[in-house]
C-alpha cells in the first residue's frame, strides 16, 4: 500500500499550484454555472459515448474528457497514489465458467442442477467408498441445505467464508436456486492482484439433490474456468491543500454505464442520471474550489470506473493510499431528478453510521436547507456504490441521491437519457453540495469515522 502524502503533490508540484492562485485570483463570479453543468452532462450522457460502457473506446473517451476538464480547472495529477497524469489504470480477471462435470454416488449429474461460483482456473474434488465427506484429506467441506433451512443465508455465508464448498440442495429450494445458477453462468470478475498467493476466493459448486452429505458413499467433480484481464481506468485529480495538505476530502462518482443492448430502436443506455449526474457535480465541483483556491485540506477527485461490474475502480482506488487520511468521502450518485422533498433537495445513505450527514445539515440550515435520510432503507443503498469499499475501511463514506427510486422508470433503461432529467433541480443539488461541504474544505469540521465491524464484508469467490 502507498501512503498518500498530499504534501509531496505541493512539492512535485509546485509550478502548477502557482499557476493555479494566478489563475484565479482574477474577480469574477465563483458560483456554479448551470450553462457549464448542462454542458458537462450533455456530452457524457450523450449518444457519441454509447452508454459508457467498461472496456469500450468510448468509455476512455469520457474518461479523456473528464480529465481535460480537470486540467483546465488547474488540479494536477495524482501521480503519488498510482496514476499516469489524471488516468489511474488498473486491471479486473473475469473468470467464467467452461465445464462442470459432477458424479454423486455413481450417478452423473444433468448440468441443469448444477451451478458453479470459482476463482480459480480448475479444480477436482473426489471422495472414494473408502473416505468420508470433509476428511481432513479433502480440500472442500460438504454442506447440506434441507428444505427449512434458509438457502439465500447459507450461500452468502460460504461467499464471505471463501474456500472450496459443495453444497447438497434440496429439490424444494429448485426455484431459488435458478437465478443463482443463472448469476453464476455469466462468471465472476474481481479486482487483479498482482501478488495471487494472497488472493482471497474459493469455489462454491451447488447442486440440486435430495442426497445429503451423510449418504455421500463416493463423489467426484471437476471444474475448468477461463480467466481474462482487461484494464480500465478512473481518472483522478488533486487540489493540494493550504494550511491542511496531509488531509483528504474526497469527491467521488463513477462515470461508467451499461453500453449498449442488441435491439432495434433506442439502444443506448446513455446514463445520464446514473451517474454522468454525479460525474458532472464532481467536475464542477472540483472548478468550484479551484476559483476559490484557499482550501485548506487537500482535496482529491475521483470518477470511477467499473461501479456497474462491482466497485472495482474504488477499490483498487482504496489500495493506493492510507484510509485514515481521508477525513470524508463524498461519493455522488444519480442527482438528476427532483427528490421526494422537493426540487433542489437530496439525500444520503447511512447518515446513522457517522456525523457527517449533521454536520453538512449544520451549514445547510442557515439558508432553511437539509440533506435527508434515506428514505429507502429496504433498497440497502449504502452498499450499492463506491462508498461502500471506503466504510469499510473506517472513512465517513456516503452517497448522496436525489432520484425517487421507487418511483423512477428510467433506472438502468435506454430511456435515462438527458431528456429525463431536470437540469435546474440537478444544478441545485450541485450548489446545495458545494456550500454543505465548505467547513469539510476549511477544516472547521471533522465527522466521526465509521464503524467498520457495523460494515457488512464483501464476498470473497462472488
Known amino acids: 500500500m502507498i501512503k498518500i502524502i498530499p504534501s509531496l503533490f505541493l512539492k512535485m508540484s509546485l509550478l502548477s499550484a502557482s499557476l493555479i492562485t494566478a489563475c484565479f485570483t482574477f474577480a469574477g463570479s465563483k458560483k ?59 486491471q479486473v480477471t473475469k473468470i467464467r465458467p467452461k465445464e462442470l462435470s459432477l458424479t454423486l454416488n455413481g450417478q452423473v449429474i444433468n448440468s441443469e442442477n448444477l451451478a458453479m461460483a470459482s476463482t480459480v482456473a480448475n479444480f477436482s474434488w473426489l471422495i472414494t467408498e473408502n473416505a468420508q465427506a470433509n476428511n481432513t484429506d479433502n480440500k472442500f467441506k460438504v454442506h447440506s441445505v434441507s428444505k427449512d433451512d434458509d438457502m439465500q443465508a447459507f450461500i452468502n455465508k460460504l461467499n464471505k467464508q471463501g474456500g472450496q464448498h459443495l453444497v447438497l440442495l434440496n429439490p424444494a429450494h429448485e426455484t431459488l436456486f435458478k437465478p443463482y445458477q443463472n448469476y453464476f453462468k455469466r462468471g465472476v470478475t474481481k479486482l487483479k492482484q498482482d501478488n495471487t498467493d494472497k488472493v482471497k476466493g474459493g469455489v462454491i459448486v451447488i447442486v440440486l439433490t435430495a442426497t445429503t452429505a451423510k449418504q455421500i458413499k463416493s463423489l467426484q467433480v471437476s471444474g475448468v474456468s477461463t480467466i481474462s484481464n482487461n484494464e480500465l481506468t478512473n481518472v483522478v485529480a ?85 484510509p485514515k487520511t481521508i477525513t470524508a468521502m463524498i461519493n455522488i450518485e444519480m442527482i438528476g431528478k427532483p427528490s421526494k422533498f422537493g426540487a433542489g433537495s437530496l439525500w444520503m445513505t447511512g447518515m446513522e453510521r457517522s456525523t457527517l450527514g449533521e454536520q453538512l445539515n449544520n451549514v445547510l440550515a442557515k439558508d432553511g436547507k437539509k440533506i435527508h435520510q434515506d428514505p429507502y432503507p ?24 436525489s432520484t425517487q427510486l421507487d418511483k423512477d422508470k428510467h433506472y438502468h433503461q435506454v430511456s435515462d437519457d438527458i431528456n429525463s432529467l431536470n437540469l435546474s433541480s440537478l444544478h441545485k443539488v450541485i450548489e446545495a453540495l458545494a456550500i454543505a461541504t465548505q467547513p469539510l474544505v476549511d477544516g472547521s469540521i471533522t465527522p466521526s469515522r465509521i464503524d467498520v465491524n457495523l460494515v457488512k464484508k464483501k464476498g470473497l469467490i462472488y
Open 238 to 322: 488533486v487540489l493540494p491543500g493550504k494550511s491542511k495538505p496531509d488531509e483528504i476530502v474526497l469527491y467521488s462518482a463513477h462515470y461508467d454505464h451499461l453500453g449498449m443492448k442488441n435491439a432495434e430502436g433506442d439502444n443506448i443506455y446513455n446514463g445520464a442520471d446514473d451517474n454522468a449526474s454525479g460525474t458532472t457535480a464532481i467536475i464542477n465541483i472540483a472548478q468550484y474550489y479551484a476559483k476559490q483556491g484557499h482550501n485548506a485540506r487537500t482535496l482529491l477527485f475521483a470518477a470511477f470506473s467499473a461501479e456497474e461490474l462491482g466497485g472495482f475502480g474504488s477499490q483498487y482506488f482504496s489500495k493506493q493510499l492510507d
Open 378 to 401: 429496504e433498497q440497502g443503498l449504502f452498499y450499492r456504490s463506491d462508498n461502500a469499499t471506503l466504510a469499510r475501511l473506517g472513512v465517513p463514506a456516503h452517497s448522496f441521491i
Open 32 to 90: 456554479i454555472s448551470l450553462a457549464q453543468v448542462t454542458k458537462d452532462i450533455t456530452y457524457l450522457a450523450s449518444d457519441d459515448l454509447k452508454g459508457r460502457g467498461n472496456f469500450s473506446a468510448e468509455i476512455s473517451q469520457a474518461a479523456n474528457y473528464i480529465a481535460k476538464r480537470f486540467k483546465e480547472n488547474g488540479l494536477v495529477a495524482a501521480d503519488a497514489i498510482s496514476a499516469q497524469g489524471f488516468l489511474q489504470k488498473y
